[in-house]
């Protein structure tokens, strides 16, 4: 599993709604306190999925985005 990091919550429930689009699986769950750099929540999914993921931030802007971390 995946979480994808972000520093504001409105980034990180933009991002989860754009995989669910795509057909991705994916919840909202609270950031483990070892990552220190987001707004508390972050975005779970599948690792089989992070190509998909990465196309989504590569084509869209996301300011906050603080990266991705094995779960």
């Given at each position: 599993?995946?979480?994808?990091?972000?520093?504001?919550?409105?980034?990180?429930?933009?991002?989860?709604?754009?995989?669910?689009?795509?057909?991705?699986?994916?919840?909202?769950?609270?950031?483990?306190?070892?990552?220190?750099?987001?707004?508390g929540?972050?975005?779970?999914?599948?690792?089989?999925?992070?190509?998909?993921?990465?196309q989504?931030?590569?084509?869209?802007?996301?300011?906050?985005?603080?990266?991705f971390?094995?779960?």
């Amino acid at each position: 599993m995946m979480l994808a990091v972000f520093r504001s919550r409105t980034e990180t429930l933009n991002f989860a709604s754009i995989l669910r689009s795509y057909g991705v699986f994916c919840t909202i769950v609270n950031t483990p306190r070892k990552i220190n750099v987001s707004c508390g929540i972050s975005v779970r999914f599948s690792s089989l999925n992070s190509p998909i993921a990465r196309q989504i931030l590569a084509r869209r802007r996301f300011d906050t985005f603080a990266g991705f971390f094995a779960d």
